[in-house]
């Protein structure tokens, strides 16, 4: 068993590695688009590196020609061109440095835009599961990670490389035991720094998680504010806020010492390399089997090489950052959504003949990210054309949650939702389609941080004529308080403009609904956090949004309820009492007549998920 355990460890170990090396292909097969560009620049980068190949030598030659002749002729001769060769290595190094740079950011423009596009037909289920925090740090850090990875860091890679292969040659041209010496004592030097680098990267990393969970507690507090003054607990959080921080100092203090080692160390080590090289190299200027000037070059290679070691190493910690965000992002844009948001390949259905009609038959569901907890449980009624349709029941029970099937946010778990007359399956209709004739207005208001005006149109492709703005609104309710603001439909609204009340949001939305003027409306009436004025405004748009439209509300008024051609009653899943008004309120001991008897819903709040 041990030895199976074993070779199963090795198996899981090797498919781990084909697994990144092929993710490190896909990384590298990012730039591909950028050939040209990455051409350009990787030319440039030879003649660059070129450049900084032979500067040493004239370095040396300077010196030498110094000690040596008379004149100071050779000594300017050799400066200018050290001067043209300067010219020439600054030039090539700004064409390397924009080129790769420039393909870089062309890359990532592209990602972003691929990623933020798969994320937004990703379905509901996925949003329920996935924290927004994690998805737009996708979008920003882990993209910017792949655009250093696969532009700078290879032009990086490249040039120390050329650096590295090009000083050493040049350095056993010039002296071949000396090289000998360095190359004896620099991989002691690599190897010890490697495994301190080591511990201190893990270290960081412990430190980034421990500040990110800081993060979260801050995020958390923040956005809640208004809750956190309510119940007076700014000392709770600020509490918490500071075990997560210390946690984060601990690791942060070991850092610190650890850094300051590291860096101690290196030099340390780095100065005895030198201190050995030099030595040599001492002795052999001394015994007068090299010169002064040779040396200096010599020396000056030996910097060149252990400058680009240093780079080479920490390239490498970025690759495997790298590869570790491109894990992240690969998965995100190879997630397929698993219901469609638009008719990819046109061959779903566009019911014409569709009248609002519906028919919801033996429906079970539950939540993809709650398996254990079924919320439905064989759900069946039909709503015919031009009907409304009440749902009421204990707050849980699953009212917002048939709602949700019907705009199709998920797909039942066993069962079919027909559409029309014709009864076609939710699922083969074009969901494109789906949200020109299905509206829902829910009971948490949401607009975007843009105009009045566009926030309407939210759900209209295409230019919308202000006069039909304006006809929605004031069916809506909205109009006069619209009316009321210095830039009318202009007005922002969100952090940087008005802030609205609840109502009034409210009423926004439902003329955005209405401006679609869906065949099916479903509405989720609000009972709390309105003041009288605004539920009246409220109820008046909502009354009239129902005229001549086929209607599912999630009713929690008596009046809804009184004139809904039907009453469904929904608890703990299930259908359990259905009728009108009139004959509901007859049976005794039934849960409608005790939720009218309770004034219906007052205490159905709104449940917040
Ligand atoms: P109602 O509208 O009747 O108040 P809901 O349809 O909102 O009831 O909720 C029915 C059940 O489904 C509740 O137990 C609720 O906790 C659960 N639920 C609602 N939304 C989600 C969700 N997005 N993920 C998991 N469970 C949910």
Known sequence: QPYLNRLKLIEEKRDLSVKKKADLKRLLSLSKNERSLIAIGTFFLILSAATQIVQPYYFGKIVDNALKSRTMKEVNTNL??????????ALTSFIRSWTFELAGQRMVYRLRKSIFSNLTKQEIAFFDETRTGELTNRLSSDTQVLQNAVTVNISMLLRFSLQLIGSLAVMFYLEVSLTLVLMAVVPVVILISMQYGKLVRKLRKTFQDELANAGTTAEECISNMRTVRMFGSERKMNINYSDNVYKSYLVGKKLAFNSGLFMGVTGLLTAAGISAVLWYGAKLVHDGKLSAGLLTSFLMYMLQVALAFAFLSSLYGD???????????????????KIPTEDEHGQMAKPHEFDGSIRVQDVCFKYPTRQDQQVLTNISFEIKHGQKVALVGPSGGGKSTIASLIERFYDP???????????????????????EHVSFVNQEPCLFACSIKDN????????????????????????????????????????????????????ICIARSLLINPQLLLLDEATSALDAESEHLVQEAIERAMIDRTVLVIAHRLSTVRNANRVIVIDKGCIVEQGVHEELIEKDEGIYKKLVLRQLMPGDAPTKK
């Open 80 to 89: 200018l061109i050290l001067f043209i060769i300067n010219c020439v290595g």
């Open 319 to 337: 690759f495997m950052q790298a590869v570790g965000a491109s894990e992240r992002i690969f998965d995100l844009l190879d997630k397929k959504g």
């Open 413 to 435: 778990t066993s069962g079919v939702i027909y559409l029309g007359p014709t009864s076609i399956p939710l699922t083969d209709v074009d969901p494109l389609w789906l949200r």
């Open 456 to 507: 309407i149109c939210f759900g209209k492709q295409g230019e919308v004529a202000m006069e039909e703005i304006i006809r929605v609104a004031k069916q809506a309710n909205a109009h006069d308080f619209i009316d009321s603001f210095d830039q009318k439909y202009d007005t922002l609204v969100g952090e940087r403009g008005v802030r609205l009340s609840g109502g009034q949001k409210q009423r």
